[in-house]
């Protein structure tokens, strides 16, 4: 753990916000980044390409571009070639849920439900 947080620093360092104007963050062996779609894309590329020389690989499988419903085709056009799946309604990420509102609903209201099963199963 304590590895990937000094490569990741040492590659969060490498693709600073004046490279590619993203926004990002990053938790264990997770990077995060928020901004512009077509810099977003500069940012997986710069990562895809110079992760590895910290030993950080991308798994473009697990990761997922989460877009406004009007930018969705933009997403899908700059992003198509990447593996990267590109959402218009949302998903969950680090124990939250980012999306529309009606994702948000929808993944609250199936969490809820999973908690009133599991206490039903609870002697009384």
Known sequence: MAMYAIGLSVLQEEISYEKTQVKQVAYADDLT?????SE????????KKNGP??????NAT???????PEHYEIGMRLFRDSGVTV???????LGAVVGTPEFKQKYVEEKVSEWVKEVGVLPT
């Open 33 to 37: 980044g928020a901004g512009k779609i």
């Open 40 to 47: 977003l894309r500069k940012w997986w590329d710069f990562v």
């Open 53 to 58: 020389t910290i030993g950080y690989t991308t």
């Open 62 to 68: 697990k990761s997922i571009l989460i877009v406004k």
């Open 87 to 93: 959402t218009k309604n949302g998903q969950r990420h």
